[in-house]
């Protein structure tokens, strides 16, 4: 199963540059990955990316801009970013359809790979039935990571509740990156399905993205370093 270093990618979720630096420097040598997303990046730019890029130069980067476009634009966003960055991970919505998801591979360059995003976990039932879908909201989940992985992507972002039936759908190959991780003792805040990094790993996720937890932490560095010794410990214990 794909589960490389780094396998923990700290959001840093702030419009604030100065925060984000701070940030990388102090967690990005125990996490080893770091997450920009829409805020950070529509805040700062590409010069922001290279400012938390200068602030930790070892940590792997996964920019989380979740491409939506025509092929060929979304192809050209995946090359620059590619050629700027170097990123460990991009991702664009896997409802771009096939051929989208195709070409925005074909523009990968480096050691970047791709995720596609099924449905966002921020929709109900309730919000699904108004995309006038045949499938269940479930359903369609599983239909757009098994088109995610036919297409050749490298993997999905998931909730942590959807780890084993995408598992068995895709192969033991299949990157699963999972949000919405709550340690035993941390507050769930806006997260609805929550689970334990060691509960999500255990289960087959391949990655965890871990904002709050962390970078909401008095002290951000011993919580990042609690977490990752909580994973280790665990996966020793189990002898994976
Ligand atoms: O602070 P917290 O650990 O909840 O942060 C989770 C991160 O993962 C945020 O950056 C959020 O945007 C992202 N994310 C998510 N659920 C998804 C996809 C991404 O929470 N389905």
Same mark, same amino acid.
Do not use: G, R, V
């Given at each position: 199963m794909i589960r490389d270093n780094p396998f923990v990618f700290c959001a840093l &979720?702030? &419009?604030?540059l100065a925060e984000a630096q701070k940030w990388a420097k102090e967690i990005g040598p125990i996490t080893g990955g770091l997450k920009l997303g829409l805020e950070f990046v529509n805040s700062h730019g590409p010069q922001g990316i290279e400012a938390v890029q200068n602030a930790c130069p070892s940590a792997e980067l996964f920019? &989380?801009? /979740?491409f939506h476009d025509i092929p060929n634009t979304v192809a050209r966003a995946v090359r620059t970013i590619c050629r700027n960055f170097d990123p460990a991970y991009l991702n664009v919505h896997a409802a771009g359809g096939p051929a989208m998801m195709r070409t925005a591979k074909e523009a990968l360059e480096g050691h970047a790979r791709l995720l596609g995003v099924t449905i966002?976990?921020? #929709?109900d039932e309730e919000e699904f039935a108004? #995309?006038?879908? /045949?499938?269940s909201l479930t359903e369609h989940v599983l239909h757009l990571a098994a088109l995610t992985h036919k297409t050749g992507l490298n993997g999905v972002v998931c909730s942590a509740h959807e780890i084993q039936p995408i598992r068995e759908l895709c192969g033991p190959n299949f990157v699963l990156m999972v949000p919405g991780i709550r340690p035993k003792d941390a507050s769930t805040a806006d997260q609805k399905r929550v689970m334990t990094p060691e509960q999500a790993m255990q289960n087959g996720a391949t990655h965890l993205v871990i904002g709050r937890p962390i970078t909401g932490a008095k002290d951000p560095a011993s919580a990042a370093e609690r977490i990752m010794e909580d994973i280790q410990k665990n996966r020793h214990h189990k002898g994976s």
């Open positions: &979720d702030t &419009d604030n920019i &989380d801009l /979740k966002l976990t921020s #929709m108004h #995309m006038a879908c /045949k499938n």
